[in-house]
């Protein structure tokens, strides 16, 4: 397959990626994309990839960006035109979307400019949850809270992969217009998602400062419902309650988060110095 050959085909190329939902690409993506179409335009793209590849360097219709994971390996990454970083990092995985303090940003819940990004990629399945004991919990608030070891890093940023509970993408959605494609969380699953794990989300100050913030937005029985169709294990409605409460929300809107559960819980993890709320039944940060 000769460049020359490529060139009658150039017009093509390029109007398929500017059309393509997609602006980003794995060298899988990117391939499976070509040998679909390749059968259409008569190009054999699966056993000239390279070649196909190579000519739209060559010609700029794409360019290369690498990333090298935690192992100090290196993935490409392709993009069909000038996007940001958000839309680059979602070529990594097709299906992922942003979480987490990425989120946060996204609705402006948070003014600084991450240098840390969190791509989420759920479970394919549901794990089975233990029994729940007061022992188990307290067990583990006393410890760290766990963070995922797998990242990419490209030039001054990171990139951290969160393989996250099964949702079935409960709230994602997209972000596409002249120089962003990607998926992330709406505003109440980014709520939960940052109150369940602080750790990706700058810490509970940061987190309570994201409250605050989404209080003329925030829809109170969308985050109700979000909640109960996640059906956590542990008693999150106490810790959203909390940071509801200290960020100012109306009572009726409390109320909506109030459940009989047996056990205290926790704020955040590995507490040292702890306030305890009777309302939530909830250990926080002295200070908070």
């Known amino acids: 397959m000769s460049k020359i050959f490529l060139k009658t085909y150039k017009p093509q190329i390029e109007e398929l990626l500017r059309n393509h939902e997609a602006k980003s690409f794995s060298d899988n993506s990117l391939k499976r994309l070509f040998a679909r179409k390749g059968i259409e335009w008569g190009i054999p ?19 290369r960006h690498i990333l090298t994971n935690e192992e100090g390996r290196q993935k490409n990454i392709y993009l069909s035109g000038n996007y940001d970083d958000f839309t680059l ?4 995985k097709s299906d992922a979307y942003f979480t987490h303090y990425s989120a946060m940003f996204l609705h402006q819940l ?10 989420n990629t759920e479970h394919n399945a549901e794990f089975q949850s233990q029994g729940l004991t007061q022992k188990a919990i307290d067990e583990a ?24 509970k099964n949702t079935g993408r409960l709230g994602v959605i997209q972000q596409l217009n002249n120089t962003q494609s990607f998926y992330y969380t709406d505003l109440e699953r ?4 940052i109150a369940i794990r602080p750790v990706y989300s700058g810490g509970v100050f940061e987190v309570l400062g994201a409250y605050q913030n989404a209080k003329e937005k925030l829809d109170p029985a969308k985050l109700k419902f979000y909640l109960a169709k996640l059906q956590y294990i542990y008693p999150y409605e106490k810790v959203i309650g909390f940071y509801l409460e200290k960020s100012g929300y109306d009572e009726k809107v409390l109320k909506m988060f109030e459940k009989e559960s047996p056990y205290r819980f926790y704020l955040t993890y590995n507490i040292k110095n702890k ?14």
Do not use: C
């Open 45 to 63: 793209a699966l056993g000239s990839f390279n070649k196909l590849l190579s000519f739209m360097l060559d010609e700029e219709i794409v360019k």
């Open 190 to 193: 980014t709520l939960i998602d």
């Open 275 to 288: 306030e305890y709320s009777p309302r939530w039944d909830l250990y926080f940060p002295n200070g908070l």
């Open 141 to 164: 608030f006393s410890k760290e809270q766990r963070k995922s070891s797998r990242h990419f890093t490209y030039k001054n940023k990171k990139l951290v992969i969160v393989n996250g």
């Open 110 to 119: 948070s003014l600084q400019i991450p240098k840390t990004y969190y791509l």
């Open 89 to 92: 990092f979602a070529g990594i």
